[in-house]
DNA sequence: GAATAAATTTAGAATGATTCTAAAAAATTT
DNA sequence: AAATTTTTTAGAATCATTCTAAATTTATTC
């Protein structure tokens, strides 16, 4: 666990929301202002391979990181591209029957409009 | 529904796997030689927002494809990469309650090592 | 059915997230 | 402390995707 690698796990475990790798690069550097982006995946990479964060692959171009391991699935808004997390039961029991063998990790990503959008829709059609 | 779209289509409809926006491409010169790669991404656009054709975002950087409308999970071999489907129950119903709202799609993406790493595994470890 | 307008296609340039590379620095082992 | 391994750094390279502007096709109007 290198300066480097504590800083970017800190900067994902005080987020209030999903970073992504820029995101992280940018508020690593306020605690380190010499690293540099290549160690930031360097790291990103290998605090998932050591399941201390969570990638989440959504709608963007870019990946975001979570530090949460309550089972959780996150809500994609189609229309601002907001990411908001909601509560699912831990499916990992069936999950792992299914697949015929013990699983990894799982993520359940819905698309739908958000509560703001579809008020901000209503107002406006 | 231009020529070119149909063949979009078409290619992913008689596909036996997920492919890439790239792989579409390859096969889609098939049936129309003249065919440019922004037109395979401008109708996988335009297919997706019909309805037509699912986006599936995996652990690649490329996104794949997908025909089907039967509710389906992702299965994503950690070691391979390989790609396969898995049944799961409709969670439509139960999503939309927990969302607050009617949701727009959804996909459950699992990692785990297939079947077949996982021998290759153990004959050597 | 020709004239006009709107939408789509095309090839290639541009963008942007991520990975790679090779040298320097830091950490670890002997 | 010398030698080895691991990590970091800056910047170049890669690769999927988007953008652009001109050409073509399709739809609409007269």
Same mark, same amino acid.
């Given at each position: 666990?290198?300066?480097?690698?504590? $800083? +970017? !796990? &800190? +900067?994902?475990r005080s987020a209030k929301c999903h970073y992504t790798a820029e995101e992280?690069?940018?508020?690593?550097? =306020?605690? /380190?202002?010499?690293? #540099?982006?290549a160690t930031v995946y360097n790291n990103l990479h290998? !605090? =998932?391979? &050591?399941? /201390? *964060?969570?990638?989440?692959?959504? &709608? =963007?171009? #870019?990946?975001?990181?979570d530090s949460s391991f309550i089972p959780h699935g996150h809500l994609f808004c189609t229309e601002c591209h907001g990411i908001s997390d909601f509560e699912v039961p831990d499916?990992? &029991?069936? !999950? #792992?029957? $299914?697949?015929?063998?013990? *699983?990894d990790s799982y993520e359940l990503k819905v698309r739908y409009v958000c509560p703001g959008c579809r008020m901000a829709r209503q107002s406006n059609p």
């Open positions: 666990m290198t300066r480097q690698r504590a $800083a +970017v !796990l &800190e +900067v994902i992280i690069f940018e508020r690593a550097k =306020e605690i /380190l202002p010499n690293i #540099s982006r290998a !605090l =998932e391979r &050591e399941r /201390l *964060i969570r990638r989440i692959t959504g &709608e =963007e171009a #870019s990946d975001r990181y499916f990992r &029991e069936a !999950l #792992s029957r $299914a697949a015929g063998g013990e *699983i």
